[in-house]
């Protein structure tokens, strides 16, 4: 009998996606769902990024420079400059998505056996990456109650071993909405550089911040060579299909390294650079635009939960999720029971249960993450529908 | 001092790129350099499938299916019907070049230290996935004098420990073009079936065979749990740039794992999944032409080789590669040399050194890799270069 690697057993199916059969079922049924458990924005990718597309001027589509198309990666860097993050483009390597920035960075600076500590609730691929790269993923826990703020830098000490190279901030954060603040980040600096570690940012969602800016890992003074930036365009310009992001940092040797990672697998797509290139000629009030429709959404999501009996979300300040805690006794049970034993008029809400999210098990058991990808009208309906629902559920506790 | 992961370190540089600085040297010097190093076709890419990128309807560039669009595996089921692999859509996982289908295979079915044996001269980004993995690639040395053949199956069981979990093949073969028979493929058969192996294939060059058709390792019977297709639209219809591949089994647990790392990266690029969809949809004379054109080629290239004294090129039978041992003292010095001292009319040629496509040291040091990408024209030209050079190069052998 041929055997399937350990660490394919061990890769995690991914927690959002198990409950997809329910959910076909359910609309087989004639039950309409509205989807707050992917971050799948309905926010139209931009008409110039598609016309950039629909223009495109080639006869080949050829291979592009492994590290990416060099125009691209010079307005990357303009883009970078404008927020703040002053990168020279070859400092830039254009990546496969965020997720192949994740890969590289973890397969360029950790080793099989290494570690990783990482704020939970966390990106549950995070996961996925860890175990493709055989490292392994140490969670510090932050709480609903703190609003997820950054956990007390006394419980990463507790964490760090011989095995730790590298600490995750995703920021603002997925799936918590944390908009973690510079005297956070300025914590996290003291921590890197006492214990010599890379501080991999995630900060595919740096536009969308509601109270004040958001504060990059690359506004940190003194730590070029730990920093290293993944991101991608995919919720920046509701791209997310495009699987164009960005490895970025200052580590010269890091970048060499990575290099060869990109090398390997030839380029990222080119049709995708191009649209990513596109977009960063977008007007200045592209994001102004975006961030008031995120804003009013996330101001209505928030409201409509805090006023449902037992129920508590806290505000958050950035990216397009909340995550709240319901009176119920289990997650996972629960999403699936709105898939499967419920409607509202014909209609139910599909979320993403918090367990997932979480590396410690046990975790995330009363809470679920709501991504507010929906217009403000299909937020009411679903919020009408989680509003029934827990008045109903079998397991609903007090 | 910060580290890069042994894996960091380890990872090969690609064996081609290292010469692009000679070569970007002597264009800025004025001379033409005709590029026979890399496999990057001047065929244009069909226009209906540019067409299907610039007609593209949509408004959001959202995620797709991590297994690929369902439309777009289903054609590919029709494809491969119409080339004999009668595999069902829901056996495709369309992934994000050939690369990644390899990375996932090797990621999917052997652990890190585990084993994949490899005819050499290979494809040199094999390393690269291998050392990502974390496995070993045992190479077993096919010669220029067979003609690059199959090596005699006992070679094969001569490297065969307990960590050994899989052979690949890729046919027709980057770099030597070779075209295996049906009955050295019954004899890989034989021996995976022996040691409980899983083939991996590579099949990326498969309607270019020009004496005879392609038999791939989805022909064999018998072997459907151990068998893995390993493509890519890059050549099939000069489409390098879209990074569009495909992991094809009839093993049911391996697709359950391999799932599972497609849905931790999210999808491919829905843009070239269009592309791919479209390609599928060429008039059947398409690969009539290319290959016409392909043979064309070759058959000069070949001529011209075995013109020149003390060279020698045997007919490769597919792909679009020609391996030639020549009369040097080293191949990575002559390609160099090509570039920084040699020029002929103002004109050199660039090629790919063999040593970099050997598992074994010290191996392919008097052989170079041509791919035959370039027109006719180009192809005479770079010829005499080539011929001009032998007859001057210092390192010249008898």
Redesign the interface.
Known sequence: ??Q??????N????PI?KLVPYAEAAKKRGTKVYHLN?G??????PKE??DA????D???????H?AGLESYRKKLSGYYHSVGINVDYNQIIVT??G??AI?FGF??????G?EVIIPEPFYA?YN??AI?A?IHVVAVTSTIESGFALPPIEEFEKKITAKTKAIVICNPNNPTGYNYSEKEMEELKAIILKH?L?LFADEAYREFTYEGKQFSAMHLTGVD??VVLMDTISKRY??????IGAFVTK?K??LD??M??A??????????QL?GEAAIDLPPDYFDVTKAEYQNRRDLIVQRLNAMEGVYCPNPGGAFYAMAKLPIDDSDKFCQWLLESFNHNNETVMLAPATGFYGTAGLGRQEVRLAYVLNLTAINSAMDCLEAALKIYPGRIV
Chains 1, 2 share one sequence.
């Open positions: 009998m041929l399937i690697s350990k660490r394919g057993e890769m995690p199916a991914s996606r992917i799948q924005p309905d926010i139209e990718t990024v598609r597309i629909h223009n495109a080639f006869k080949i589509l050829e291979y592009t492994s496969t998505g997720s192949e890969l397969m360029a600076c950790l080793d099989p290494d691929n996925g990456f493709a055989g010599n890379y060579d730990h509701s791209a997310c299909g495009a699987r580590n040797d890091l390294a990575t060869k990672f090398q390997m697998r030839l380029c990222s797509p080119y049709l995708e649209a």
